[in-house]
């Protein structure tokens, strides 16, 4: 699992030609305001000023806004000593990976802010949603097939996975909120799991 550590804030360099300082600093801007405003409310400009750059120095170093926040969130992939050891404890391997991931999360992580973002601007779900296709639907596919039950319990799977992060880390809903990690992360584990082998198409017809 790979994650971003914290970025310390912008220091002034004026009449200085330092290209990766002021790089590194446009990073630290848009991370601590994509965190703290989302990606829908957060602009160019506004990055611009807190990093003291001028606004063509943003472009010409990231070329965009959704490329400055793919260069700044904390981002992760189901890696092969996950998905390479079969589906026999894959949801207890899924429940480690994400907990572990969202227990850790530093508070200037853009990745919350973006998912609620994704709620209600559709530029914010779309790079949401190409995100978990690279991240969790391919892989999973590729462990749980693509056809037969395989979508279907791929499906599951991410709703799981989805859900529980929406009512533990984005709402924090109660009793989710506050059950101990371990407890958590061990009922999570036996619902994936259900979810990978002992799902059946049959459960799902109405």
């Known amino acids: 699992?790979?994650?971003?550590?914290?970025?310390?804030?912008?220091?002034?360099?004026?009449?200085?030609?330092?290209?990766?300082?002021?790089?590194?600093?446009?990073?630290?801007?848009?991370?601590?305001?994509?965190?703290t405003n989302g990606y829908a409310e957060t602009s160019i400009r506004a990055i611009a000023a807190e990093a003291q750059v001028n606004q063509a120095l943003v472009i010409t170093y990231f070329g965009s806004k959704e490329a400055l926040l793919l260069a700044v969130v904390a981002r992760f992939s189901i890696?092969?000593?996950?998905r390479g050891a079969g589906i026999q404890?894959?949801?207890a391997r899924l429940a480690r990976l994400y907990m572990e991931r969202w227990e850790s999360m530093p508070p200037d992580d853009p990745w919350p802010a973006l998912v609620r973002s994704a709620v209600s601007h559709e530029l914010s779900r779309q790079l949401l949603r190409s995100?978990?296709?690279?991240?969790?639907?391919?892989?999973?596919?590729?462990?749980?097939?693509e056809d037969g039950d395989g979508?279907?319990?791929?499906?599951m799977v991410q709703c799981?996975?989805?859900?529980?992060?929406?009512?533990?880390?984005?709402?924090?809903?109660?009793?989710?909120?506050?059950?101990?990690?371990?407890a958590f992360e061990a009922a999570l584990a036996a619902c994936l799991q259900h979810a990978i082998s002992?799902?059946?198409?049959s459960e799902a017809q109405l």
Request: charged share 20%.
């Open 1 to 35: 699992m790979q994650t971003t550590a914290t970025v310390p804030a912008p220091r002034r360099r004026v009449g200085v030609h330092d290209p990766i300082g002021r790089r590194a600093d446009v990073l630290a801007a848009a991370r601590r305001l994509f965190a």
């Open 79 to 82: 890696g092969a000593e996950v």
């Open 89 to 91: 404890d894959l949801g």
């Open 131 to 145: 995100e978990l296709q690279a991240q969790l639907t391919a892989p999973l596919g590729r462990v749980l097939g």
């Open 151 to 155: 979508p279907l319990r791929n499906a």
């Open 160 to 182: 799981l996975l989805g859900g529980m992060i929406m009512e533990r880390y984005i709402y924090r809903l109660e009793p989710a909120s506050s059950l101990p990690a371990e």
């Open 198 to 201: 002992g799902l059946k198409s």
